[in-house]
């Protein structure tokens, strides 16, 4: 099947990294493999930046905490 869209999976943390978030990946991976998208792992915030981010169709923050981004990253 070809894929529908893609997406970016983020999960960065500046403070408690939950023992969760490589569980919440693995769903989501089966997720995208089930509904044939295409999903994207990252959790270096220097991915966001409209060059990349021009990429995907829709990001997921997967419990991320504290100041993730800066502020250009933010726009």
């Given at each position: 099947?070809?894929?529908?869209?893609?997406?970016?999976?983020y999960?960065?943390?500046?403070?408690?990294?939950?023992?969760?978030?490589?569980?919440?990946?693995?769903?989501?991976?089966?997720?995208?493999?089930?509904?044939?998208?295409s999903?994207?792992?990252?959790?270096?915030?220097?991915?966001?930046?409209?060059?990349?981010?021009?990429?995907?169709?829709?990001?997921?923050?997967?419990?991320?905490?504290?100041?993730?981004?800066?502020?250009?990253?933010?726009?």
């Open positions: 099947k070809a894929q529908q869209f893609k997406v970016l999976l999960t960065k943390t500046a403070g408690f990294h939950h023992s969760s978030i490589h569980e919440g990946v693995i769903a989501m991976r089966r997720l995208a493999e089930r509904h044939s998208f999903l994207e792992w990252h959790e270096d915030a220097n991915i966001f930046n409209e060059k990349k981010l021009a990429e995907f169709q829709a990001v997921v923050f997967l419990n991320t905490t504290g100041d993730i981004l800066n502020a250009d990253q933010q726009k």
